[in-house]
């Protein structure tokens, strides 16, 4: 008896500890990133586009609390009250984030929008929990965000 309280003592206390270090993100969405950004002291650009880089050069969960620079071009439109309507071709710095085990990733020539940071060069960060870029945007979340920016949200 005293076996078996001590056993389940210990598998609860190791299930506890796996699920303490699990990721834990609220569900990415543009409507938060857009007002995050607004809020921020820094500048932010909301772009449609693509990026081009060396996808070897991003981290992996092997490299856990590590950010990595990666040198990258952006080529789309920026978003202005009217929508994208500004062509923008610039080279960006790509940064991946970890958080623990997980890692921000991001896919060269997939479309994404993202918000960009224009304070010191410009940055697009992926973080583990992709709260500033979102791969493959949805038509609702173009308009989402088009709208935030016309209207604001």
Known sequence: MART??????????????EASALSCLRPEVTRAFADADASEERYVV??????????????????GEETQVPARFEGMSLTEDGFTVPTARDVTLLASCAGPWCGTA??????????????????????????????????????????????C
């Open 47 to 64: 772009v449609l586009g693509t990026l081009t880089f060396d996808q070897s050069a991003l981290p992996t969960d092997t490299m856990t």
């Open 107 to 152: 896919t060269a020539g997939q479309e994404i929008l993202a918000f960009m940071s224009a304070d010191d060069g410009y940055v697009i960060e992926v973080d583990a929990c992709f709260s500033q870029v979102f791969a493959e945007p949805t038509p609702e979340q173009i308009d989402t965000v088009t709208g935030c920016m016309a209207d604001g």
């Open 5 to 18: 309280r001590i056993f389940l003592t210990a598998a609860t206390v190791a299930l506890m500890a796996g």
